[in-house]
């Protein structure tokens, strides 16, 4: 901006908050992972993807193969599921 036709201006400048000079220059600290802490990360995901397919895998197998476990007098087989069955098995898999 310009200033015209004014001989004296008085005035005082304030920054506070973000946009003090300390504010601007500072950043958030970096993650530090440890070596053992990525390779536990990667190990646990790695089981949790495991276990979800082993999951999957054994509900289709207990749909296509329901009719045997209906005629064993141990096993009392759930009518009130409100899913399907592969998808009700495999989240009672993770409760």
Known sequence: TLLRNTALVM????YCGGDTRMIKNSR????KLSS???FTNTSMKLI?????????L?????SYNRWFYA??????????LWLPD?????LTFFT
């Open 11 to 14: 005035g005082i400048v304030v």
């Open 36 to 38: 053992l802490e990525l």
């Open 48 to 56: 949790l993807i495991a276990q979800a397919f082993l999951a999957l």
């Open 58 to 62: 054994s509900s289709v197998c207990f």
């Open 86 to 90: 592969i998808p009700a098995y495999w």
């Open 71 to 80: 005629g064993l007098w141990y096993l009392h087989l759930r009518n009130d």
């Open 28 to 31: 958030p600290a970096p993650a």
